[in-house]
């Protein structure tokens, strides 16, 4: 019997955000020099979607990949990620597309600008700290085929997670929620 190798446990769409969610925090909490000046911190951006094509709002970004040598289904090996995911936030720039069933697109992508007249501008929520990374995160969360986006600043160890053209952001200090030690 041939085993399949894109074979996973299924998670919902709501537990695959947290966990994807729970990696970037965890990545932003094991890097300790955010206030070291000149410093640049890891960054990462995934788009979560309910497809496994992102052809009509992503263009390639170059020779930035995702390495599926390592890691190709997000709950598949979580080691594996959290290994694969720091060598992204430090190494890559773009976009990292993640199937709905947790499969990770190997080619990491900038996502395309909404056309005028495409999003409802009134149902995007901006902040004036929101640099390009999480401009792009916020409109491409209102996309029908887009279920969230996540983000870790490389300026700050902020963390945020977008959907449906909204945003709850999380402060390096937040990071953790429950689980985070007591200072």
């Given at each position: 019997?041939?085993?399949?190798p894109l074979?996973?446990?299924y ?11 729970y990696?970037v925090?965890?990545?932003s ?10 410093v640049?911190?890891?960054s ?6 309910s497809?496994?094509?992102a052809?009509?709002?992503?263009d ?6 995702w390495?599926?040598?390592i890691?190709?289904?997000?709950t ?8 694969a995911?720091?060598s ?20 990491m992508?900038?996502i395309?600008?909404p ?8 149902g995007?929520q901006?902040?004036?700290w ?10 491409s ?5 887009v ?6 600043s ?15 952001d999380?402060?390096r200090a ?6 985070r030690?007591?200072?």
């Amino acid at each position: 019997m041939v085993s399949n190798p894109l074979h996973v446990e299924y998670a919902t769409v709501p537990e695959l955000i947290e966990l994807v969610t729970y990696i970037v925090e965890s990545i932003s909490l094991g890097f300790d020099r955010w206030e070291e000046p000149y410093v640049r911190g890891p960054s990462l951006y995934f788009v979560l979607v309910s497809g496994t094509h992102a052809r009509e709002y992503a263009d390639p970004l170059g020779e930035n990949t995702w390495p599926v040598d390592i890691c190709r289904v997000v709950t598949e090996d979580l080691d594996a990620f959290v290994d694969a995911a720091e060598s992204v936030a430090f190494e890559r720039d773009g976009a990292v597309i993640v199937s709905a069933d947790g499969t990770i697109q190997e080619q990491m992508v900038r996502i395309k600008s909404p056309s005028p007249g495409t999003i409802d501008e009134d149902g995007v929520q901006y902040a004036d700290w929101m640099g390009t990374k999480h401009l792009s995160a916020v409109e491409s969360s209102v996309r029908e085929e887009v279920l969230a986006a996540v983000t870790l600043s490389e300026e700050t160890g902020r963390v945020t997670v977008f959907e449906d053209g909204g945003f709850m952001d999380f402060q390096r200090a937040e990071l953790g929620g429950l689980w985070r030690p007591s200072e």
